[in-house]
């Protein structure tokens, strides 16, 4: 059995508990404060300790003291503190339970088992760099802590910096010439490489600011929460839709290109 304080603390963003069942996170709003438009890959719980919040999603609601108010996954929103405020945020599942993945765990929990089976050697590459990034991810889920934190922005700099481009440049072409770029997986991939883009640049500044002695842990925090959950909710699409597609609509001509240049692109010359 454990207790925790749910008052109001000076850190707007405080990690209560992660049992990878439910991951419980508690906001204390000072008067005015915004959590700028979001989303998240679990459905969620909102439930207001005290004060009095703006809740916009489908719609606007005012959440007092008391309200408990529930949202499925993946819809944008926002919350806006209309007076000192102290606001529970549950996750249920837990991100931690269906996209993270550990090295000492036989699988990856982004992956259906089926999807897992039918994505191509070929492209094999594309889904351990996924691996790699998850596991760092997981590492700065806790709350705030430095190396752990730096890494995830090293980490996610070279995703942007390599893995994208990869995707970019090598095999959303030659996928494209099956199923198109203009519209679809393709089109959906190329807007959220973009969104994560903005998401990491405002991130690496705080970060940046943070290590200048400006700003606070906790605007590192906050800005760390949308971009991990779009980075979880991208991969999970990857995984699960366009690699398995991928692997089935291509020919073995075009994925033995597709790993050849990447290869190429990774120093390995053949």
């Known amino acids: 059995m454990q207790v925790y304080d ?9 990690p ?22 979001h989303k998240t890959s679990s459905p969620i719980l909102v ?44 996750l249920t599942p837990s991100p931690a339970a269906h996209t993270i993945f550990r ?5 990856h929990h982004s992956f259906g088992p089926e999807a897992k089976q039918s994505i191509a050697g070929q492209l094999r590459s594309f889904v351990q760099e996924h691996e790699e990034l998850l596991h760092v991810l997981d590492r700065a889920a806790g709350g ?4 752990a934190y730096t890494a995830a922005d090293q980490m996610i700099e070279e995703e942007l910096n390599k893995h994208f481009r990869y995707e970019e440049e090598i095999l959303f072409p030659i996928l494209g010439k099956y199923i198109g770029t203009g519209a679809g ?5 190329l807007s959220e ?12 500044q705080r970060l940046a600011q943070l290590h200048q002695g400006l700003g606070a842990e906790s605007d590192v925090v906050e800005a760390f929460g949308p971009l991990e959950d779009m980075l979880r909710t991208h991969i999970t699409k990857e995984d699960n839709v366009l690699f398995p597609m991928a692997s089935r609509v291509m020919s073995e001509e075009d994925k033995n290109e597709v790993a050849r240049k990447v290869q190429y692109e990774n120093g390995n010359k053949r």
Do not use: C
Request: no cysteine; glycine share 2%.
């Open 6 to 14: 749910l008052h109001f603390k000076e850190s707007f963003i405080q």
């Open 16 to 37: 209560v508990m992660d049992n990878k069942v439910s991951k419980v996170v508690q906001f204390s709003f000072p008067k005015g404060k915004v959590l700028e438009k």
């Open 47 to 90: 439930y207001v300790l005290s004060g009095q919040v703006r809740f916009k999603a489908k719609e606007e609601v005012l959440l007092q003291a008391g309200r408990l108010l529930s949202l499925e996954a993946n819809v944008e929103h926002s919350v806006e503190a209309l007076e000192e405020s102290v606001m529970l945020l549950i």
């Open 103 to 107: 090295p000492s765990e036989a699988d």
């Open 144 to 147: 705030y802590e430095a190396a």
């Open 185 to 189: 997986p393709i089109a959906v991939m």
């Open 193 to 204: 490489h973009q969104t994560i883009r903005n998401l990491h640049r405002a991130y690496h």
